[in-house]
């Protein structure tokens, strides 16, 4: 059984910086892609990057510049690095692994852009 948990959420004013991580626990698999995807309230759930196994990345046109997505394959883990945050980039952020050509997903963490 695949479980994905996410850490590094909180509440930051904007300008500031925030590190989300997402690590990958079980036995005997082998992930492709990772992403990060946000769901702010009453918005539907939005890509804001992926990054693939050998290091390829994508990003929302709308975090492009400010964040950096990527990955450490030994670790199974997959991190996001937020600078110059915005007040609209307050959601709930969740990370998702391609296992097998399933997709699965962590519990989500908050991320509040605030002052």
């Known amino acids: 059984q695949v479980r994905l948990v996410e850490s590094g959420g909180g509440l930051v004013q904007p300008g500031g910086s925030l590190r989300l991580s997402c690590a990958a626990s079980g036995r005997g698999f082998s992930i492709g892609a990772m992403g990060w995807y946000r769901q702010a309230p009453g918005k539907e759930r939005e890509l804001v990057a992926t990054v693939a196994r050998g290091g390829s990345v994508q990003y929302a046109d709308s975090v492009k510049g400010r964040f950096t997505i990527s990955r450490d394959n030994a670790k199974n883990t997959a991190y996001l690095q937020m600078n110059s945050l915005k007040p609209e980039d307050t959601a709930v952020y969740y990370c998702?692994?391609?296992?097998?050509?399933?997709?699965?997903w962590g519990q989500g963490t908050q991320v509040t852009v605030s002052s």
């Open positions: 998702n692994a391609i296992i097998a050509s399933d997709n699965f």
